[in-house]
T-cell receptor, first 108, second 113 residues
């Protein structure tokens, strides 16, 4: 079992809709969680991080963390074609462990 | 403020050769981590350096090594290259050890033929 699991997708959403991405982790010692966006051929770009249970909003992005269920999610509101990318979830203990990523496709 | 700089951007090597990749972190950042990214395995952690010392190591063979200099710049070396070492090698910098808000460089695309 991988330490951080994500559905590989592709997750296809119409423009203007909400994209919902999920991530589960196995290490209960993980303290913080990160979402990175990676465009094809580019390096990962940090878009959000969350440490505490609950929701954290930043612009069109909302991260949700439930440590009891070992579950992290990312919501992208008003999805735009420019949001089409692979989204990587990462859990931090003494190092960052990445999931395999979810490919998101926003269709105009 | 300059970002993380990795050189070279692209590299083609033949099997059996060795290669050295370089990473200059964001100014003021003292921790540098290296990752290998392949389509099949995703992003895999290689090692992390802080204050010129390796602090964490992933599950890679001893052919993969690294070091960090006093100015926080880091290099990684792969010896006796294999075809399977073809990958995007990413360096990430963060302020300090345990500060996992990491920022990635553009990566070095290594092709082994």
């Amino acid at each position: 079992q991988k330490e951080v699991e994500q559905n590989s997708g592709p997750l296809s959403v119409p423009e203007g809709a909400i994209a919902s991405l999920n991530c589960t982790y196995s290490d209960r010692g993980s303290q913080s969680f990160f979402w990175y966006r990676q465009y094809s051929g580019k390096s990962p770009e940090l878009i959000m991080f969350i440490y505490s249970n609950g929701d954290k909003e930043d612009g069109r992005f909302t991260a949700q963390l439930n440590k009891a269920s070992q579950y992290v999610s990312l919501l992208i509101r008003d999805s735009q074609p420019s949001d089409s990318a692979t989204y990587l979830c990462a859990a931090a203990g003494n190092k960052l462990t990445f999931g395999g990523g979810t490919r998101v496709l926003v269709k105009p | 403020k300059a970002g993380v700089t990795q050189t070279p951007r692209y590299l083609i090597k033949t099997r059996g050769q060795q290669v050295t990749l370089s990473c200059s972190p964001i100014s003021g950042h003292r921790s540098v981590s290296w990752y290998q990214q392949t389509p099949g395995q995703g992003l895999q952690f290689l090692f992390e350096y802080f204050s010129e010392t390796q602090r964490n190591k992933g599950n890679f063979p001893g052919r993969f090594s690294g070091r960090q200099f006093s100015n926080s710049r880091s290099e990684m070396n792969v010896s006796t290259l294999e075809l399977g070492d073809s990958a995007l090698y990413l360096c990430a910098s963060s302020l300090s050890l345990g500060d996992t808000e990491a920022f990635f460089g553009q990566g070095t695309r290594l092709t082994v033929v």
